[in-house]
C-alpha cells in the first residue's frame, strides 16, 4: 500500500506541476482565437525566425511545464517545429533541482545549461532552415496556417457555442482545455510511474553502464519516458561518476518532460508526432556521443 501511495502521490504532484503553465497557455491561445484571429498569422510569421532562439533560452528553467505548453502552441501552430524542438532539448526539469541539492558547483551546472541550451538553439534553427528549403523546393507555404481552433474541436470544449467571448469566456474554454489535458497526463502518468518501479531503477541504473555506444542509446531511450524518475536517475548516476557527461546529455537532451506526452494528446498528425519524437532521440543521442568522442568535460 505504501508503493502504491508513493506512486499515486509522485504522478498528482507531477501532473499538477504542469497546470499554471498549462492554463496559462490555453488562455493565450485562446485570446488568440477570439480576439485576434485576424492577426495571428502575421504575428507568427514575423516572431518565427526569432523562435528557436527564445525556446532554447527559455527551456532551461527548470519547468517541465514549458515543453507541455510548446506542445500545445505548435498542435495550433503558433511556432515552428525548430521552435519546439529547441525547447524540449533544453528542457531541465529535475536536473538542476538534483544538482543544487547536491551541492554541485554553480559554475559547471551553468556550463551544462548553457550547452543544452547551445544545442537546442542551433538544432532549431537548423529544422526550420531545412523546413523552408524543404517548402521553396516543393512551392509550399513557409509556415503552416493558425489553427488554434481545431484544439477547441479536438477537445469537444464547445468554445464556440458560448455566446461570451470576454475574459470569463476565454478562461471557461481554457480552464475545459487544461482539466482534459490534466487527466490524461495524471493517468499516463500513473501508468508509467508503476512500469518504472516494476522494472526496478537498479536495473535501469546497470543498463547505462554497459557499453559506451549502447549507453548513449540506452540513455535516449529513457529519455523519452514521460516521467522525472529517468533524468533523476541519469543525473545521479552522472554525479556519481558512473557515467560521463556525454551519456548524461544524451538523456537529459531527449528527456522533453512531459511535452511529448502532451504533444500526442493534443496534435492529431500521430506520423508528425512521432517523427518529433525520433527526431528528438537522434539529436540527443548523437549530440552526447559528440561530447564524449570531443573529450568534453567539466
Not at 59 to 66: L, S
Not at 109 to 132: E, N, R, S, W
Not at 163 to 176: E, N, P, Q, R, T
Not at 251 to 270: D, M, Q, S, T, Y
Amino acid at each position: 500500500m505504501e508503493l502504491i501511495f508513493d506512486i499515486v502521490l509522485d504522478a498528482v504532484i507531477d501532473s499538477v506541476k504542469i497546470l499554471p503553465f498549462l492554463f496559462i497557455t490555453y488562455l493565450i491561445m485562446e485570446y488568440l482565437e477570439h480576439k485576434t484571429q485576424e492577426y495571428t498569422a502575421d504575428i507568427v510569421q514575423k516572431t518565427e525566425h526569432f523562435g528557436p532562439l527564445l525556446g532554447g533560452l527559455f527551456g532551461v528553467v527548470p519547468q517541465c511545464g514549458f515543453s507541455a505548453a510548446a506542445s500545445n502552441l505548435y498542435a495550433g501552430r503558433v511556432i515552428t517545429l525548430g521552435t519546439l524542438i529547441a525547447i524540449y532539448l533544453s528542457t531541465s526539469d529535475e536536473m538542476i533541482p538534483l544538482l543544487i541539492s547536491e551541492h554541485f558547483p554553480v559554475g559547471t551546472m551553468i556550463k551544462i545549461l548553457i550547452i543544452k541550451a547551445l544545442i537546442g538553439i542551433i538544432a532549431g534553427f537548423a529544422i526550420d532552415f531545412a523546413v523552408h528549403a524543404y517548402h521553396r523546393a516543393h512551392n509550399k507555404a513557409d509556415e503552416d496556417p493558425v489553427r488554434i481552433n481545431e484544439l477547441c474541436e479536438k477537445e469537444h470544449c464547445h468554445c464556440d457555442d458560448d455566446d461570451d467571448h470576454g475574459l470569463v469566456g476565454i478562461a471557461k474554454s481554457a480552464l475545459v482545455h487544461t482539466l482534459h489535458i490534466f487527466l490524461f497526463v495524471l493517468v499516463l502518468t500513473l501508468i508509467l510511474g508503476a512500469l518504472i518501479e516494476v522494472i526496478g531503477q537498479d536495473r535501469l541504473s546497470q543498463l547505462l553502464q554497459t557499453n559506451p555506444v549502447i549507453s548513449h542509446i540506452l540513455a535516449g531511450i529513457l529519455g523519452l519516458i514521460p516521467n522525472c524518475a529517468p533524468s533523476v536517475i541519469i543525473t545521479t548516476l552522472y554525479l556519481d561518476g558512473m557515467i560521463t557527461l556525454g551519456t548524461m546529455m544524451s538523456g537529459l537532451l531527449v528527456g522533453a518532460g512531459i511535452g511529448l506526452l502532451v504533444l500526442f494528446r493534443v496534435n492529431p498528425e500521430k506520423k508528425a508526432n512521432i517523427n518529433v519524437a525520433i527526431l528528438l532521440f537522434i539529436i540527443g543521442t548523437l549530440s552526447g556521443l559528440l561530447i564524449d568522442v570531443l573529450g568534453i568535460t567539466l
